[in-house]
């Protein structure tokens, strides 16, 4: 079996696991959404489904209800689920490393099995109306009283808050303290009294973003991830995890894509209007720099490396496959542009976002900066009497 981009000539027990997989998947298809089934509804009826057979969390230990495979089993089932078009798990990778790195055994065990099975459905509650790119700027406030914080503030972006029932929320409990050190996680049940979700319809019709208002909301001290101040590695986790383009099953139906693309490049070689053909090839040489990249970079994961400032490099490198793909293939099959509900369109549509979600890729390029070459910062300009 070697028909999937991030297939390693995999050894015998990874090969069995794809295999067991593409068998079960026959028995057990990606289910039809619903007319008007809300896309959340639908996905966390797929994650349910997949849970059933024992597809979800392969690396998270089986204390916390996964398999205690390895990172690479979960990259082959990502990769297999790309493949046959079908979605990933939604949110569950990036949120779940984050609990396991610092939530306490108690709230893992507590947390973990019932978000990895679905019970649970976790949202993100990071980015404010004036703290996005600048996350570390949030003003979200936690005032903490005897055994617990009453919390005032609002969120934005919250992707899918009114179908969530958890959320992972950031908020600052030191106004004293520099911004790293006084930002603090929580769990946050959102059917707590003072508690709004409001969801924002964009311009394509979904309603995937919300408003979160926080309007003095208790929190249990129990209810608060790692230690005061542990907010700020926490939330850098999170995004190195999401940033990273191993977990999504992206590449695989990119993959698809390209091939398609190819097969129009060759049989329509001659009635393809200038330049195109140049760009189906430039598609194809990013599609190629994205699959040696997540090849290194899994071989890395396994190494024990964990997600770190690198991931960014990941995001960078998706967002230009994933824009020049969809924008290319529209101009390629025009009619998709026009096909109500086509899933090429919808997914155009959604590429454009991108370049922002998880971090911009300006803040991307940022980090490889300084973080990743340790570039001075050009903050301060240079001193003209300097020799
Ligand atoms: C589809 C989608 C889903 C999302 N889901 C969630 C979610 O579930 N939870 C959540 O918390 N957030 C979520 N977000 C929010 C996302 O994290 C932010 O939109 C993102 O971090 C950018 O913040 P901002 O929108 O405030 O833009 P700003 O930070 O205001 O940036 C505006 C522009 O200025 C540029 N800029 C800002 N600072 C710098 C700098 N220092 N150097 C160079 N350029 C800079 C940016 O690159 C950008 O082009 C989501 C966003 C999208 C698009």
Known sequence: MTDTPLDFGDPADLDRLRRDFRAWL???????????????VFLHRWHRQLHSGGWVGLDVPERYGGRGLSALHQVAISDELGACHAPGIPRIGYLAHALM??????QRRRWLPRMLAGDDVWCQGFSEPGAGSDLAGMSTLATRHDGHYSVRGQ???????????????LARTDRGAPAHRSITAFALPLDRPGVTVRPLRAMNGDDEFCELFLDDVRIEESERIG?????????????SYERNALDTGHISKYGLLVERLRRVARDRR?????????????????????????RRRTAERLGGQAAGPESSIDKLL????EQRLYETALKVFPGELHEEGGELFGDYLYSRAASVYGGTSQIQRNIIAKRVLHLPSLSKPPNPGAT
């Open 155 to 169: 969120k934005l972006w919250t992707s899918y808050a009114q179908y969530s029932g958890l959320c992972l929320l």
């Open 270 to 294: 001659g009635e393809l209007p200038d330049g195109l053909l140049s760009e189906i090839g430039r598609c194809f040489v990013d599609y190629e720099v994205l699959v040696a990249h997540a």
């Open 227 to 239: 230690a005061e101040g542990d907010g700020w590695p926490l939330a850098m986790t999170t995004v």
């Open 101 to 106: 790195e610092f939530a306490g055994e108690d």
């Open 26 to 40: 026959a028995g057990h298809p990606l289910p039809e959404r619903r007319p008007d089934e809300p896309l959340p």
């Open 318 to 321: 998706m967002t230009r496959t």
